[in-house]
């Protein structure tokens, strides 16, 4: 089994340099949250471990529709862009291949924290986030 320090490497691996590409680019971080194991994901209490307050809107999607965007080819991406769709398409498939549970909250209007929330192998909750901003 993965180890929660192994988990937190893998997927900081995994988005190191990409950035979530809206009106402002933002980078990811990753949270695992000690003792977590008995702590459901949803809404209130991920916003809870990220230190949100409860009043923020939020909304629940998840991670192929969150994700669907930066990891479609398109036929007028430069060799670059090729390069950035494989990125999210690895970010994708190591999220999946070490969370259960995977669920995405975005929070706030015009200024979106991002949680991609899921359970680790350990069983504690990790959080890949990053931010948006939408006008």
């Known amino acids: 089994m993965i180890t ?3 988990l937190f490497k893998t997927l900081s691996d995994a988005n190191n340099g990409l950035l979530f590409q809206t009106e402002l680019d933002y980078p990811f971080e990753v949270f695992i949250h000690d003792n977590t194991k008995e702590t459901n994901i949803n809404k209130e209490n991920i916003i809870k471990l990220m230190k ?3 009043e923020d809107p939020i909304e629940e999607s998840n991670i192929d529709t969150f994700f669907s965007t ?11 862009d090729k390069k950035r769709v494989v990125r999210f398409r ?4 190591s ?3 070490n969370l259960k549970e995977i669920k995405v909250f975005k929070k706030g209007r015009i200024y979106i924290d991002v949680y991609i929330a899921g359970r680790a192998p350990s069983g504690n909750i990790a959080v890949v986030s990053t931010k948006l901003m939408q006008t």
């Open 70 to 80: 930066p990891t479609l080819d398109q036929d007028w991406h430069s060799p670059e």
């Open 52 to 54: 949100g307050s409860p």
């Open 90 to 93: 690895n970010l994708v498939s």
């Open 95 to 97: 999220i999946k291949e």
């Open 4 to 6: 929660d320090a192994e």
